[in-house]
């Protein structure tokens, strides 16, 4: 099973809201990752958790607040967001951190209005 | 730094055509390479992936092959269907360096295959 999922599939959210995105996975996988992508473009980085813990945070806003709050779950959490973020919000996980490959979520599709 | 580089698209072709999409890499340690497909209204799904020099990853049809010496990594399909229709991704993890861990993607290229 190779399967990471992901809620809400949609979101439409006010600049004043505050909302959470979720991630699950149950492969085992001790990294899981936030990107961020925008029409007909590749995924941007947002965020990588290795072992639970945050390791790589690309200059996202603060805006954007992650959150693990264990192996299996990775949260994203919005608040006081801006048009220019709607977007499609992927999550992934990989067995660790070092070159494995990742396996990606559905996705959310924020839209900011 | 890390780099990918894709053919450019979009590619558009008749069904059971013959498909190559180039993709060319920049790295500086022994990275890996991936491809992955993202169908319209989806996530990113791992298409076929490498891990060292020679290596050929396949799956669904799909081919591409490690070339350290050419530093390329071109997908390859024999006789493609309307269900190929998708943007096509070429990626690499670096485990070295200040890279370490992330996946570097190309541009993506859009494939739409005709009946």
């Known amino acids: 099973d190779t399967e990471v999922t992901q809620t809400p599939k949609h979101l439409v959210m006010g600049m004043t809201n505050k909302k959470s995105l979720k991630c699950e996975q149950h492969?085992?996988?001790?990294?899981m990752y936030w990107y961020k992508q925008k029409a007909k473009k590749p995924p941007e980085l947002m965020f990588v958790?290795?072992?639970?813990?945050?390791?790589i945070n690309e200059s996202v806003p603060s805006r954007f607040s992650p959150e693990c709050p264990n192996s299996s779950l990775l949260n994203l959490h919005l608040h006081a967001l801006q048009p220019e973020d709607s977007a499609l919000y992927l999550c992934?996980?990989?067995?660790?951190?070092?070159?494995?490959?990742?396996?990606f979520g559905p996705g959310t599709r924020l839209t900011v209005t | 730094g890390n780099s990918v580089t894709q053919m450019e698209g979009p590619v558009t072709l008749s069904e059971e055509a013959f498909l190559t999409i180039n993709c060319t890499y920049t790295?500086?340690?022994?990275?890996?390479l991936f491809w992955y497909v993202q169908y319209p209204g989806e996530g990113l799904q791992l298409l076929l992936k490498?891990?060292?020099?020679?290596d050929k990853g396949s799956n669904k049809g799909f081919e591409a092959t490690y070339r350290k010496e050419t530093t390329s990594f071109h997908l390859e399909k024999g006789s493609v269907q309307v269900s190929d229709s998708a943007v096509y991704f070429c990626?690499?993890?670096?485990?070295?360096?200040?890279?370490?861990?992330?996946?570097?993607f190309g541009q993506g290229t859009i494939l739409t295959v005709h009946p």
């Open positions: 992934a996980s990989s067995r660790r951190r070092e070159g494995h490959e990742q396996y």
């Open positions: 492969m085992g996988h001790r990294a």
């Open positions: 958790y290795s072992y639970e813990k945050l390791s």
């Open positions: 790295a500086t340690g022994y990275p890996s």
């Open positions: 490498a891990t060292k020099a020679d």
């Open positions: 990626a690499l993890s670096d485990p070295g360096g200040t890279s370490y861990g992330k996946l570097t």
